[in-house]
C-alpha cells in the first residue's frame, strides 16, 4: 500500500507549509530544514515513493516537475547565477521522506558536488 507521508499532510493542507508554487500536478514549498539559502522542494501530486517507483508513464511528469524548478529558478532571479538539483533515493541516496521529490538549492556557492 502506498505510504502516507509528511509531504502527503501538507499537499491534503493539514500542515503548514511556505508554498511557493502550485499546479495541477506539482506542489513545491520550503524546505523545513534548509541546507542553502534557498531550498525549495517540488513534490509530484501523485503517489510515487521516490525515482525508484516512478513508471515510464511518469515520464512527463518526472520531466514537469525539472522544468518547474527552473521556471522558479528564473522567476525569483538565480537561474543565471545557478543552482542545484537534487533526488535522493533510498537508504543510501540519503532519502528520508518516501513521496518522491526534487531539491532545489540556491542562493550561494554551492561547491563541487561530491568535492572532498
Ligand atoms: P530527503 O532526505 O527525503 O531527500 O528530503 C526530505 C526533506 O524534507 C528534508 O530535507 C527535510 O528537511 C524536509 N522536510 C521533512 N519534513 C518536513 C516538513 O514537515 N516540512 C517541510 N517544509 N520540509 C520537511
Avoid: S, W
Avoid at 534557498?38 to 514537469?64: M, N, Q, S, W, Y
Avoid at 525539472?66 to 533515493?89: I, P, Q, S, T, W
Amino acid at each position: 500500500m502506498a505510504e502516507d507521508t509528511i509531504f502527503h499532510r501538507i499537499m491534503r493542507r493539514e500542515i503548514p507549509a511556505d508554498v511557493v508554487y502550485e499546479d495541477e500536478d506539482i506542489i513545491a514549498f520550503r524546505n523545513v530544514a534548509p541546507q542553502a539559502p534557498v531550498h525549495v522542494l517540488f513534490v509530484p501530486k501523485k503517489t510515487i515513493r521516490g525515482l525508484d517507483a516512478a513508471a515510464e508513464e511518469d515520464a512527463a511528469l518526472l520531466g514537469r516537475l525539472a522544468l518547474a524548478a527552473a521556471a522558479y529558478a528564473r522567476r525569483e532571479g538565480f537561474a543565471d547565477k545557478g543552482y542545484r538539483v537534487v533526488m535522493n533515493c533510498n537508504e543510501d541516496g540519503g532519502q528520508t521522506v518516501f513521496q518522491m521529490h526534487l531539491h532545489l538549492l540556491a542562493g550561494a556557492p554551492l561547491g563541487r558536488f561530491g568535492a572532498a
